[in-house]
C-alpha cells in the first residue's frame, strides 16, 4: 500500500505541469459546453427538452434494463482509457488526447448547463444526484489517464532514437500497466453510472412527485 502511495505521489510530481494543462483543457470544454447549452436556438432547445422529456418519462416510469445501462457505462468509459492508451503510444497523439478530454469536457457541460437551463433547481438535484457521484471518479481519472498519454507520447518524441528496444519495452509496459490500473478507476466509474445513478434520479423522481 505504501509502494503504491509513493507511486502516485511520483507520478503527479513528474506531471505536475502536463496535469495542469489537461485539467485547463478539460475545464474550457466544460465552458464551452455550457455556452453552447445557454446559446442552442430556441428551435433545437425545444426539440431536445422534448426528447429529454420522452427520455425521463420512460426511464422513471418503466422498468430499466440495468444489465444493459450498467455493460453501456462501463464500456464507454473502457473505450475512452483504451483510445487513450493507444494514442499515447504514437508520435500524434498528444492532439487527440486533448481533443477527447476537451469533449468529454464539452459533454458535461453540455448536459447540466441544458439540464439547470431548463428545469432551474430541479435540474441543479438531477446534476448533483445523476452525474456528479460518478464523475467525481471518472473525471480525475480522465485527467490522470490522459497526463499519462500525453506524457508518454512525448518521451517517445524525445527519446525514440536513442531508447533501444529493451529499453522501449520496459517504458511500454510500464505505461500499459498503469493505464490499466487507471482503466480498472474508470470502470468502477461505470458501475458507479450504472447502479447508484439510476436509483438516485428514481428517488429524485419520487420526490418531486
Known sequence: MEGWRNYTRQFFRDRYGILIVILLIFLLGVAGGCLGANKMPVEKREQLSVYLDGR????TEQPVDRVAMLEG????????????????????????????????????????????????????????????????????TLIAAAALGVSF?????????SIG??????????????????????????????????SLIRLLNTLMR
Open 56 to 59: 425521463w418519462n420512460e426511464f
Open 153 to 161: 507520447s512525448m518521451e517517445l518524441v524525445r527519446g525514440r532514437i
Open 165 to 198: 528496444f529493451g529499453g522501449m519495452g520496459r517504458m511500454v509496459l510500464g505505461y500499459t500497466t498503469t493505464m490499466l490500473a487507471l482503466t480498472a478507476v474508470m470502470a468502477a466509474a461505470g458501475l458507479t453510472e450504472g447502479i447508484l445513478s439510476p
Open 73 to 140: 457505462s462501463v464500456i464507454r468509459n473502457l473505450e475512452i482509457t483504451a483510445a487513450i492508451w493507444f494514442l499515447g503510444l504514437t508520435v500524434i497523439g498528444i492532439p487527440f488526447i486533448a481533443g477527447l478530454v476537451a469533449f468529454r469536457g464539452f459533454i458535461l457541460g453540455f448536459t447540466v448547463g441544458f439540464l439547470v437551463e431548463q428545469m432551474s433547481w430541479q435540474g441543479v438535484i438531477l446534476s448533483l444526484l445523476g452525474i456528479l457521484p460518478h464523475n467525481l471518479i471518472a473525471v480525475p
